[in-house]
Protein backbone atom coordinates (compact mmCIF):
# COMPACT_ATOMS: atom_id res chain seq x y z
CA UNK A 1 0.00 0.00 0.00
CA UNK A 2 1.35 3.56 -0.66
CA UNK A 3 0.42 6.01 1.90
CA UNK A 4 1.48 10.08 1.69
CA UNK A 5 1.46 10.97 5.38
CA UNK A 6 1.57 14.59 6.86
CA UNK A 7 2.93 15.63 10.44
CA UNK A 8 2.10 19.28 11.26
CA UNK A 9 1.84 19.22 15.10
CA UNK A 10 3.73 21.73 16.20
CA UNK A 11 6.93 23.50 14.66
CA UNK A 12 8.44 20.79 12.23
CA UNK A 13 6.01 20.73 8.80
CA UNK A 14 7.00 16.65 7.75
CA UNK A 15 5.79 14.90 4.49
CA UNK A 16 6.35 10.88 3.78
CA UNK A 17 5.84 8.57 1.53
CA UNK A 18 5.50 5.06 2.73
CA UNK A 19 5.18 1.69 0.88
CA UNK A 20 4.73 -1.50 2.32
CA UNK A 21 6.57 -0.51 5.38
CA UNK A 22 9.39 0.81 3.61
CA UNK A 23 10.13 4.81 3.43
CA UNK A 24 10.17 5.94 0.29
CA UNK A 25 10.74 9.72 0.92
CA UNK A 26 10.79 11.78 3.95
CA UNK A 27 11.13 15.21 3.95
CA UNK A 28 11.03 17.49 6.96
CA UNK A 29 10.88 21.21 7.07
CA UNK A 30 12.31 22.72 10.14
CA UNK A 31 11.08 26.06 11.99
CA UNK A 32 13.69 26.13 14.36
CA UNK A 33 15.60 29.12 12.92
CA UNK A 34 11.90 31.11 12.57
CA UNK A 35 11.02 29.93 16.46
CA UNK A 36 14.68 30.77 18.20
CA UNK A 37 14.57 34.44 18.40
CA UNK A 38 11.50 33.88 20.77
CA UNK A 39 13.04 31.15 22.95
CA UNK A 40 10.38 29.09 22.12
CA UNK A 41 7.42 27.83 19.73
CA UNK A 42 4.74 30.96 18.62
CA UNK A 43 1.73 28.70 17.58
CA UNK A 44 0.44 31.31 15.02
CA UNK A 45 4.31 32.04 13.17
CA UNK A 46 4.02 27.81 13.38
CA UNK A 47 0.64 27.75 11.38
CA UNK A 48 1.87 30.23 9.17
CA UNK A 49 5.09 28.07 7.88
CA UNK A 50 3.02 24.97 7.73
CA UNK A 51 0.64 26.93 5.15
CA UNK A 52 3.67 28.07 3.50
CA UNK A 53 5.51 24.29 3.38
CA UNK A 54 3.14 21.90 2.91
CA UNK A 55 2.29 22.52 -0.91
CA UNK A 56 5.88 22.51 -2.15
CA UNK A 57 7.03 19.53 0.40
CA UNK A 58 4.27 17.78 -0.49
CA UNK A 59 5.39 17.83 -4.55
CA UNK A 60 9.12 17.06 -3.41
CA UNK A 61 8.03 14.17 -1.60
CA UNK A 62 6.28 12.52 -4.13
CA UNK A 63 9.12 13.26 -6.46
CA UNK A 64 11.80 11.80 -4.58
CA UNK A 65 9.45 9.26 -4.04
CA UNK A 66 8.77 8.43 -8.01
CA UNK A 67 5.34 8.74 -6.72
CA UNK A 68 2.39 9.89 -8.54
CA UNK A 69 -0.65 11.10 -6.68
CA UNK A 70 -2.37 8.41 -8.94
CA UNK A 71 -0.32 6.32 -7.08
CA UNK A 72 -1.78 6.81 -3.74
CA UNK A 73 -3.94 4.79 -2.00
CA UNK A 74 -4.21 6.04 1.54
CA UNK A 75 -3.21 9.96 3.10
CA UNK A 76 -3.19 10.20 6.68
CA UNK A 77 -2.18 13.07 9.13
CA UNK A 78 -1.64 13.64 12.93
CA UNK A 79 -4.45 14.44 14.20
CA UNK A 80 -3.73 15.32 17.59
CA UNK A 81 -2.15 16.46 20.21
CA UNK A 82 -0.26 19.26 19.27
CA UNK A 83 -0.87 22.86 18.66
CA UNK A 84 -4.54 23.53 17.26
CA UNK A 85 -3.83 25.74 14.81
CA UNK A 86 -0.63 23.78 13.27
CA UNK A 87 -2.92 20.58 13.35
CA UNK A 88 -5.42 22.52 11.66
CA UNK A 89 -3.40 22.73 8.55
CA UNK A 90 -2.05 19.49 8.24
CA UNK A 91 -5.39 17.84 8.97
CA UNK A 92 -7.34 19.86 6.09
CA UNK A 93 -4.47 19.45 3.79
CA UNK A 94 -4.30 15.66 3.70
CA UNK A 95 -8.45 15.63 3.97
CA UNK A 96 -8.58 17.97 1.18
CA UNK A 97 -5.96 15.91 -0.57
CA UNK A 98 -7.79 13.01 0.12
CA UNK A 99 -11.35 14.30 -1.13
CA UNK A 100 -9.68 15.33 -4.25
CA UNK A 101 -8.32 12.18 -5.32
CA UNK A 102 -11.14 10.24 -3.86
CA UNK A 103 -8.82 8.22 -1.54
CA UNK A 104 -9.49 6.51 2.31
CA UNK A 105 -8.14 8.72 4.99
CA UNK A 106 -6.63 8.12 8.43
CA UNK A 107 -6.64 10.78 11.31
CA UNK A 108 -3.16 9.30 13.63
CA UNK A 109 -2.65 10.31 17.17
CA UNK A 110 1.02 11.64 17.41
CA UNK A 111 2.00 9.78 20.44
CA UNK A 112 0.95 6.68 18.69
CA UNK A 113 3.18 7.31 15.90
CA UNK A 114 6.56 8.25 17.99
CA UNK A 115 5.87 4.89 20.09
CA UNK A 116 6.24 2.80 17.16
CA UNK A 117 8.93 4.45 15.77
CA UNK A 118 11.19 2.51 17.58
CA UNK A 119 10.84 -0.88 15.27
CA UNK A 120 12.49 1.84 11.69
CA UNK A 121 15.61 0.56 10.92
CA UNK A 122 18.10 0.87 7.97
CA UNK A 123 18.78 2.20 4.77
CA UNK A 124 15.98 2.71 3.00
CA UNK A 125 14.54 2.52 6.43
CA UNK A 126 12.13 -0.38 7.15
CA UNK A 127 9.46 -1.04 9.66
CA UNK A 128 10.42 -4.26 11.10
CA UNK A 129 7.17 -5.11 12.37
CA UNK A 130 7.98 -8.67 12.06
CA UNK A 131 10.44 -9.35 14.92
CA UNK A 132 8.20 -6.77 17.21
CA UNK A 133 8.02 -8.08 21.22
CA UNK A 134 6.06 -6.64 23.47
CA UNK A 135 7.50 -4.13 25.74
CA UNK A 136 8.02 -1.00 27.82
CA UNK A 137 8.03 2.23 25.74
CA UNK A 138 8.88 5.53 27.02
CA UNK A 139 8.17 8.42 24.64
CA UNK A 140 10.11 11.68 25.99
CA UNK A 141 9.91 14.82 23.41
CA UNK A 142 9.21 18.32 23.80
CA UNK A 143 5.66 18.10 25.16
CA UNK A 144 5.08 14.40 26.09
CA UNK A 145 6.69 12.25 28.51
CA UNK A 146 4.90 8.69 28.60
CA UNK A 147 5.75 4.90 29.70
CA UNK A 148 3.06 2.58 27.85
CA UNK A 149 2.72 -1.18 28.13
CA UNK A 150 2.62 -2.59 24.44
CA UNK A 151 0.80 -5.83 24.44
CA UNK A 152 0.93 -6.64 21.30
CA UNK A 153 1.07 -4.55 17.80
CA UNK A 154 -1.69 -1.95 18.50
CA UNK A 155 -2.65 -3.03 21.50
CA UNK A 156 -1.35 -0.78 24.04
CA UNK A 157 -1.85 1.11 27.63
CA UNK A 158 -0.47 4.15 29.50
CA UNK A 159 0.91 3.25 32.75
CA UNK A 160 2.36 6.74 33.75
CA UNK A 161 3.16 10.06 32.03
CA UNK A 162 4.33 13.76 33.07
CA UNK A 163 2.34 15.28 35.73
CA UNK A 164 3.49 18.82 34.76
CA UNK A 165 6.24 19.42 32.18
CA UNK A 166 7.69 16.81 29.60
CA UNK A 167 11.24 16.00 29.98
CA UNK A 168 12.04 17.69 26.75
CA UNK A 169 10.70 21.14 28.07
CA UNK A 170 12.93 20.64 31.60
CA UNK A 171 15.68 20.02 29.14
CA UNK A 172 14.18 23.61 27.07
CA UNK A 173 14.03 25.55 30.02
CA UNK A 174 16.90 24.85 32.34
CA UNK A 175 18.74 25.24 29.36
CA UNK A 176 17.06 28.81 29.00
CA UNK A 177 18.07 29.78 32.59
CA UNK A 178 21.43 28.44 31.80
CA UNK A 179 21.28 31.26 28.80
CA UNK A 180 21.07 28.37 26.13
CA UNK A 181 19.31 28.85 22.91
CA UNK A 182 15.97 27.06 21.92
CA UNK A 183 15.73 24.11 21.37
CA UNK A 184 17.88 23.28 24.54
CA UNK A 185 17.81 19.59 24.61
CA UNK A 186 20.86 19.55 22.05
CA UNK A 187 22.71 22.67 23.69
CA UNK A 188 22.84 21.25 26.93
CA UNK A 189 23.69 18.39 26.00
CA UNK A 190 26.62 19.18 23.87
CA UNK A 191 27.36 22.07 27.32
CA UNK A 192 27.36 18.78 29.47
CA UNK A 193 30.20 17.11 27.14
CA UNK A 194 33.36 17.14 29.93
CA UNK A 195 31.56 18.49 32.67
CA UNK A 196 30.60 16.71 35.98
CA UNK A 197 27.17 15.23 36.25
CA UNK A 198 27.89 14.15 40.24
CA UNK A 199 29.35 18.15 40.73
CA UNK A 200 25.95 19.40 41.78
CA UNK A 201 22.53 17.25 43.30
CA UNK A 202 19.59 18.15 41.71
CA UNK A 203 16.36 16.26 43.12
CA UNK A 204 15.22 12.88 40.94
CA UNK A 205 12.00 13.87 41.27
CA UNK A 206 9.35 11.23 41.85
CA UNK A 207 12.13 8.62 41.62
CA UNK A 208 11.23 6.76 44.78
CA UNK A 209 8.03 7.16 43.91
CA UNK A 210 5.60 3.61 43.51
CA UNK A 211 3.75 4.84 40.28
CA UNK A 212 5.04 5.56 36.53
CA UNK A 213 4.69 9.30 36.66
CA UNK A 214 7.16 11.46 36.08
CA UNK A 215 7.70 15.20 36.96
CA UNK A 216 10.17 17.84 36.10
CA UNK A 217 8.76 21.33 37.19
CA UNK A 218 10.65 20.78 40.35
CA UNK A 219 13.59 20.66 39.05
CA UNK A 220 13.32 23.27 36.35
CA UNK A 221 12.66 25.54 39.91
CA UNK A 222 15.31 23.87 41.72
CA UNK A 223 17.86 24.79 38.95
CA UNK A 224 16.27 28.60 38.96
CA UNK A 225 16.96 28.60 43.06
CA UNK A 226 20.41 27.45 42.84
CA UNK A 227 21.29 30.14 39.65
CA UNK A 228 19.59 32.54 41.92
CA UNK A 229 22.21 31.46 45.05
CA UNK A 230 25.14 30.68 42.61
CA UNK A 231 25.22 33.49 39.85
CA UNK A 232 28.85 33.18 39.55
CA UNK A 233 28.63 29.78 38.16
CA UNK A 234 27.40 31.10 34.66
CA UNK A 235 30.36 33.15 34.28
CA UNK A 236 32.80 30.21 34.30
CA UNK A 237 33.01 27.85 31.56
CA UNK A 238 33.92 24.84 33.54
CA UNK A 239 31.36 25.25 36.41
CA UNK A 240 28.73 25.91 33.18
CA UNK A 241 29.59 22.59 31.98
CA UNK A 242 29.49 20.95 35.48
CA UNK A 243 25.95 22.46 35.65
CA UNK A 244 24.44 20.89 32.00
CA UNK A 245 26.02 17.57 32.84
CA UNK A 246 24.40 17.46 36.41
CA UNK A 247 20.98 18.63 34.99
CA UNK A 248 21.03 16.04 32.17
CA UNK A 249 22.06 13.54 34.73
CA UNK A 250 19.49 14.42 36.92
CA UNK A 251 17.37 13.78 33.96
CA UNK A 252 18.62 11.13 32.32
CA UNK A 253 18.36 9.31 35.75
CA UNK A 254 14.63 9.43 36.50
CA UNK A 255 13.66 8.17 33.11
CA UNK A 256 15.95 5.55 32.92
CA UNK A 257 15.44 4.11 36.32
CA UNK A 258 11.83 4.08 36.10
CA UNK A 259 11.94 2.98 32.40
CA UNK A 260 13.85 -0.07 33.49
CA UNK A 261 11.80 -0.87 37.07
CA UNK A 262 8.32 -0.76 34.60
CA UNK A 263 9.64 -2.88 32.70
CA UNK A 264 10.83 -5.76 35.17
CA UNK A 265 7.48 -5.02 36.82
CA UNK A 266 5.72 -6.53 33.79
CA UNK A 267 7.78 -8.96 32.59
CA UNK A 268 8.16 -7.98 29.52
CA UNK A 269 12.00 -8.42 27.74
CA UNK A 270 12.09 -5.39 25.03
CA UNK A 271 12.12 -1.64 26.16
CA UNK A 272 12.12 1.00 23.30
CA UNK A 273 12.77 4.54 23.41
CA UNK A 274 11.21 7.22 20.65
CA UNK A 275 10.33 11.05 20.73
CA UNK A 276 13.66 13.93 20.17
CA UNK A 277 14.53 13.44 24.02
CA UNK A 278 15.83 10.23 22.71
CA UNK A 279 18.36 11.89 20.65
CA UNK A 280 20.44 12.65 23.89
CA UNK A 281 23.79 9.91 23.95
CA UNK A 282 23.53 10.19 27.69
CA UNK A 283 19.88 8.66 28.10
CA UNK A 284 20.96 6.29 25.62
CA UNK A 285 23.72 5.06 27.29
CA UNK A 286 22.08 5.00 30.66
CA UNK A 287 19.04 2.79 29.22
CA UNK A 288 21.73 0.51 27.59
CA UNK A 289 23.36 -0.06 30.90
CA UNK A 290 19.84 -0.41 32.44
CA UNK A 291 18.91 -3.04 30.03
CA UNK A 292 21.95 -4.64 30.00
CA UNK A 293 22.12 -5.31 33.66
CA UNK A 294 18.36 -6.39 34.29
CA UNK A 295 18.80 -8.64 30.82
CA UNK A 296 16.47 -6.26 28.10
CA UNK A 297 16.75 -5.82 25.29
CA UNK A 298 16.93 -2.07 24.13
CA UNK A 299 15.44 -0.65 20.75
CA UNK A 300 15.81 3.15 20.72
CA UNK A 301 14.11 4.89 17.12
CA UNK A 302 17.09 6.08 14.66
CA UNK A 303 17.54 9.68 15.32
CA UNK A 304 16.07 10.66 12.47
CA UNK A 305 13.00 9.70 13.41
CA UNK A 306 13.47 10.68 16.98
CA UNK A 307 12.15 13.77 16.24
CA UNK A 308 8.96 14.58 14.80
CA UNK A 309 8.24 13.27 11.39
CA UNK A 310 5.81 12.26 9.01
CA UNK A 311 7.75 8.98 8.27
CA UNK A 312 6.34 7.38 11.77
CA UNK A 313 2.57 8.56 10.58
CA UNK A 314 2.52 7.07 7.45
CA UNK A 315 4.08 3.78 8.85
CA UNK A 316 1.43 4.11 11.78
CA UNK A 317 -1.11 4.27 9.08
CA UNK A 318 -0.39 1.73 7.12
CA UNK A 319 -0.49 -1.05 9.49
CA UNK A 320 -3.63 0.55 11.04
CA UNK A 321 -5.09 -0.06 7.61
CA UNK A 322 -3.40 -3.83 7.72
CA UNK A 323 -5.46 -4.43 10.61
CA UNK A 324 -8.84 -2.72 9.73
CA UNK A 325 -9.02 0.31 11.08
CA UNK A 326 -11.46 2.19 9.45
CA UNK A 327 -10.86 5.51 7.99
CA UNK A 328 -11.12 8.52 9.40
CA UNK A 329 -14.21 10.98 8.33
CA UNK A 330 -13.23 13.81 5.47
CA UNK A 331 -14.77 16.33 7.88
CA UNK A 332 -13.27 14.96 11.39
CA UNK A 333 -11.46 17.60 13.41
CA UNK A 334 -8.24 18.14 15.15
CA UNK A 335 -7.98 16.47 18.56
CA UNK A 336 -5.39 19.02 20.42
CA UNK A 337 -5.45 17.18 23.89
CA UNK A 338 -5.95 13.89 22.40
CA UNK A 339 -4.07 11.47 25.16
CA UNK A 340 -2.48 8.22 24.29
CA UNK A 341 -3.69 7.46 27.72
CA UNK A 342 -7.51 8.40 27.64
CA UNK A 343 -9.21 6.19 29.63
CA UNK A 344 -7.01 3.13 29.74
CA UNK A 345 -4.41 3.87 32.61
CA UNK A 346 -6.26 2.58 35.43
CA UNK A 347 -6.92 -0.81 33.76
CA UNK A 348 -2.88 -1.19 32.87
CA UNK A 349 -1.48 0.19 36.28
CA UNK A 350 0.86 -2.56 37.34
O1 LIG B 1 9.71 14.87 19.31
P1 LIG B 1 10.10 16.30 19.18
O2 LIG B 1 10.80 16.72 17.91
O3 LIG B 1 8.86 17.26 19.28
C1 LIG B 1 7.79 17.09 20.14
O4 LIG B 1 6.87 16.30 19.81
O5 LIG B 1 7.84 17.74 21.21
O6 LIG B 1 11.01 16.68 20.46
C2 LIG B 1 11.58 17.93 20.64
C3 LIG B 1 12.22 17.97 22.03
C4 LIG B 1 12.74 19.34 22.42
O7 LIG B 1 12.34 19.61 23.76
C5 LIG B 1 14.25 19.19 22.33
O8 LIG B 1 14.97 20.04 23.21
C6 LIG B 1 14.42 17.74 22.71
O9 LIG B 1 13.35 17.08 22.08
N1 LIG B 1 15.70 17.19 22.26
C7 LIG B 1 16.70 16.85 23.10
C8 LIG B 1 17.78 16.43 22.28
N2 LIG B 1 17.39 16.54 20.97
C9 LIG B 1 16.12 17.01 20.98
N3 LIG B 1 16.77 16.85 24.44
C10 LIG B 1 17.93 16.43 25.01
N4 LIG B 1 19.01 16.04 24.29
C11 LIG B 1 18.98 16.03 22.94
N5 LIG B 1 20.04 15.63 22.24
ZN1 LIG C 1 6.64 14.58 18.86
Not at 109 to 135: D, I, K, M, Q, T
Not at 245 to 270: H, N
Not at 310 to 331: I, N, Q, R, Y
Not at 338 to 344: A, F, K, P, T, Y
Request: glycine share 10%.
Amino acid sequence: MTVLAIETSCDETGVAVVRNGTVLSSLISSQIRTHAEYGGVVPELATREHLRNLPSLTRLALESANVRPADIELIAATRGPGLPGALLVGLKFAQGFAYALGLPFLGINHHEAHLYSAWVRGNPARAEFEVFRPNVSLIVSGGHTLLVHVRALLDHCVLGETVDDAAGECFDKTARLIGLSYPGGPQLERMAKGGNPSAYHFPRPMLEDDTNDFSFSGLKTAVAYFLRDHPDVLDDPEKRRDLCASVQAAIVDVLASKTVRAAKRLRVDTVTVSGGVACNSSLRHALTMGCQQAGLTLRVADSVFCTDNAAMVGLLAELKAAHGTPPTDLDAEIEPGWSLGDGDKVECGG
